[in-house]
């Protein structure tokens, strides 16, 4: 084996050690006494651990504020080992923890927790999203009318929405700093859209209908497809997104396909 291979293997079998507990395949290669090597491992391990927990608490600190520290951090101890970072970057860490939290046996009794998980990482990604350049207001008003029912449009990067059965963004609204835990609302289904203005994120309760435009608009449906039902306008949420920058771009009928 190749003095480069040799090493890769060693490297695998440190960080499987200082991930997974494996210590077998590298404290045989460590100097010195092996139970002095099995400690100085254990503070990789905790100094990892604690990175990851501090990722997870920085993505989701209205939900480590609900359920407190010690059930905060055994939850991330359990999400590691199951579903580990995937990469170096921890600000991109965290987007399997809705979905942990919502079949995680502790978690069970607030069923609303996970969608809460769910809206702080749209508000996560919505703030590290990128940037776009906005739509082109002339070239829109140059298609013709006949063409405007099959137009498709593209969102901001940064724009995400979240459709809950509970109130979360009362939950989340109660749970800001300076603010004392206690929601305005505890009914009803929120449909929050989330977005990047002006460098900072901005969240808005949609009525179900919007939601389900902007849901639309987001697969690339085409505008007369996207605005469902008659009886219903679409226009002033159309507007709307525009009005906030919210619409990066369109493709007519010639480019769709």
Same mark, same amino acid.
């Given at each position: ?7 890769? +293997? ?28 099995? +400690? ?30 010690? !059930? ?80 498709? !449009? ?64 987001? +697969? ?38």
């Amino acid at each position: 084996m190749t003095g480069t291979g040799a090493l890769a +293997r060693m490297q695998a079998a440190f960080a499987s050690a200082v991930t997974d507990g494996d210590e077998a395949a590298v404290t045989a290669h460590l100097a010195g006494d092996p139970a002095l090597a099995r +400690r100085r491992l254990a503070i990789y391990r905790e100094a990892i651990g604690a990175n990851r927990r501090g990722a997870l608490r920085s993505a989701f600190p209205v939900v480590a504020r609900l359920v407190g520290e010690a !059930f905060f951090d055994e939850a991330a101890r359990r999400l590691a080992a199951v579903a580990p970072p995937a990469c170096a970057d921890l600000n991109r860490y965290g987007d399997g923890f809705p979905a942990f939290l919502s079949t995680y046996p502790h978690a069970e009794a607030m069923r609303w927790l996970a969608d809460v998980a769910r809206l702080e990482w749209a508000w996560h990604e919505a703030l590290s999203a990128a940037d776009a350049t906005g739509i082109d207001f002339a070239a829109l008003a140059a298609v013709p009318a006949e063409e405007q029912p099959a137009l498709r !449009f593209s969102l901001h990067p940064s724009v995400r929405l979240v459709r809950s059965a509970w109130p979360v963004l009362a939950i989340w609204e109660a749970n800001q700093p300076g603010r004392d835990g206690t929601p305005d609302r505890d009914e009803g289904a929120d449909d929050v859209l989330a977005w990047r203005e002006d460098g900072r994120v901005r969240m808005a309760l949609l009525a179900p209908p919007d939601a389900a435009f902007v849901e639309a608009i987001g +697969r690339g449906t085409p505008l007369e497809v996207a605005a469902g039902s008659e009886g219903w306008d679409f226009a002033p949420m159309l507007v709307r997104l525009a009005a906030h920058g919210l619409l990066a771009g369109f493709a007519g009928p010639q480019s769709a396909g």
